[in-house]
């Protein structure tokens, strides 16, 4: 599953939400439908899916339970069977020397045979073009007016075997193929043109056992929904920082949070994963089974599988002190300076981003998030309120849910982010910041300094999982533009790239793998590094054809 990053895009005053585009576009956002079950000793079972009656006439007509949508062993072997015969045999002579595509140079059109073969098992929904949620369905949040996404198929599916048909179905008609959870990726991984995307956002039940304090979350739960769900009982998952970024891709790429300085990365919290690969079909992987698939899911990105659930570690924690510091851009380099100060020697359970960019005017401001108000933490709260005299000040106790509606926001129909990597904070890299932002002859641009790295996600051996980056002092940029006029595509795009370039000398060769940045197969091992021979290995076991290859693709070998 290709998730991107826990991170909304702001510009200042005027601010860009990534998040909002979801209800603006025609993306829902359905509210929760729970059943409580008593039954189970020493728990509380919460279970959370879309109920029937919000469900759009034109998507899935109901979320079945877990028990309703798992299949016998026989039936889900002999899918399996079917599934790597009729499939993966029938592109084995088409794959490439290196062993990575099985695409040919032009896509070929769809089968409409094809597709009503898939309609007859599939429980989900697919739409083609001309149906009434097809031109929604084909948008994301990081679109552009030149780049065309047109897919052949929207399968929207409702469970495992959903997931595998549609697998099958790309590889016997030699479709790219995209997955798509909440649909934030930067490089616009979560659709293809003219291919198959496989739409998890229905996959929506959350199953809350409080006994043990985890969460079993579907593969279209949302970052604010298992929030929402986990704060009920006074707990927190290790979530992304902005609400509709999906749980799942979120943690296959790492997945850092306002909570990794104190409990890890979302990676770090993973106890399990429901997978479906295409060459072994579906199978679990935690510390005791599957465990190569398991390190590799913690960091390795969607390139083994697709995740249709995961269970999370959920942490009490019933409130948070969080909130905004916003400054004079001429106190710019004192910001930055002071915010690496602070952090570089703050406790665990505090967190940090400086945004610095440009609408109508330069802007400046420091998002805050604390996990208690001990004497440590308001000392450390102290020293970022005296690194400038703040314009406006908004920090106090809230539930973690509110730390989504921290800033205020403005849409925008066409945005491009690039992410990039700090090493270590320097008075040039700031210097090269202010520069672009100042010297930038339109608006609504910006970078952002985020997930400072410190603490609990730090302390994990590198080679534990398979996110890798947990260097303290570092810190993780983000470099964005949102525009309303297409013609301004090209001049915003520009300035983006020439920024992330400016910047590379200072990112020490590194990069995040839910904030793509350039052509993935250049980066590709600037995000797995050290571990990236390990991860090409299970790639060769999990999809020796490269199947599942829209992400920070991972080349298959033996």
């Not at 794959?95 to 140079?105: E, K, L």
Request: aromatic share 8%; proline share 5%.
């Amino acid at each position: 599953m290709i998730g991107c990053t826990g991170k909304r895009l702001f510009f200042g005053s005027l601010l860009d939400n990534l998040c909002l585009e979801s209800y603006l576009v025609g993306f829902r956002n359905p509210r929760l439908h729970c059943d409580y079950d008593l039954n189970t000793p020493k728990s509380l079972l919460v279970r959370c899916s879309t109920p029937p009656h919000l469900v759009e006439d034109d998507t899935v007509s109901q979320i079945r339970n877990e028990k309703d949508e798992s299949m016998s062993h026989s039936k889900q072997q002999d899918t399996r069977r079917k599934f790597l015969k009729r499939g993966l045999g029938a592109v084995a002579g088409l794959v490439m020397a290196n062993g990575c595509s099985f695409y040919r140079d032009v896509t070929p059109p769809l089968d409409s045979q094809a597709i009503s073969r898939l309609r007859s098992n599939f429980k989900g929904r697919l739409i083609v073009p001309g149906d009434k949620l097809y031109e929604s369905l084909s948008l994301i949040y990081h679109r552009s007016s030149s780049k065309k996404s047109r897919p052949a198929l929207v399968a929207q599916c409702a469970n495992s075997d959903d997931v595998l048909r549609s697998i099958e179905l790309a590889v016997n008609n030699r479709l790219p193929l995209a997955v798509r959870g909440g649909g934030h990726s930067y490089a616009q991984w979560a659709t293809c043109d003219g291919g198959l995307v496989i739409d998890l956002s229905p996959m929506k039940e959350i199953v809350v056992d409080t006994s043990t304090n985890t969460a079993r979350i579907g593969a279209g739960v949302l970052g604010s929904e298992l929030v929402a769900q986990a704060g009920r009982y006074n707990l927190v998952p290790v979530v992304g920082q902005c609400p509709t970024v999906g749980v799942t891709g979120f943690t296959l790429g790492g997945g850092l949070s306002y909570l990794s300085g104190l409990y890890g990365a979302a990676c770090d919290n993973l106890l399990a994963a429901q997978v479906v690969s295409p060459d072994v079909g579906s199978v679990t992987a935690n510390a005791e089974q599957r465990q190569d698939l398991f390190w590799a899911l913690r960091g390795g990105g969607g390139n083994f599988g697709v995740a249709t659930s995961v269970t999370h570690q959920l942490r009490p924690l019933p409130s948070v002190t969080a909130g905004k510091l916003v400054y004079d851009f001429g106190d710019v380099r004192a910001v930055l300076r002071g915010y690496n100060e602070v952090m570089t020697s703050a406790p665990d359970g505090i967190q940090g981003w400086v945004l610095a960019g440009k609408t109508d005017k330069p802007f400046v401001f420091l998002v805050v998030v604390m996990v208690d108000d001990s004497p440590e933490m308001r000392t450390c709260l102290k020293s970022l309120r005296s690194i400038a005299k703040p314009l406006d000040d908004t920090i106090k106790p809230m539930p973690y849910a509110e730390t989504y509606s921290i800033d205020e926001y403005t849409p925008m129909i066409y945005r491009s982010t690039k992410g990039s990597y700090l090493q270590r904070f320097s008075e040039e890299s700031v210097d090269l910041v202010v520069d672009q932002i100042m010297h930038n002859s339109g608006a609504s641009v910006a970078v952002g300094f985020d997930h400072f790295m410190h603490g609990a996600v730090c302390r994990v051996p590198k080679e534990a999982t398979a996110f890798e980056l947990r260097d303290p002092g570092a810190m993780h940029l983000w470099i964005t533009s949102g525009w309303n006029d297409a013609a301004h595509e090209q001049i915003r795009n520009g300035w983006i790239r020439d920024t992330w370039e400016k910047l590379q000398p200072f990112s020490g060769g590194q990069a995040y793998a839910n904030y793509p940045g350039a052509d993935n197969g250049k980066d590709v091992r600037t995000v797995y590094r050290g571990n990236f021979a390990r991860l090409a290995a299970i790639k060769a076991k999990y999809d020796s054809n490269n199947v599942l290859r829209r992400n920070f693709n991972i080349t298959p070998r033996t």
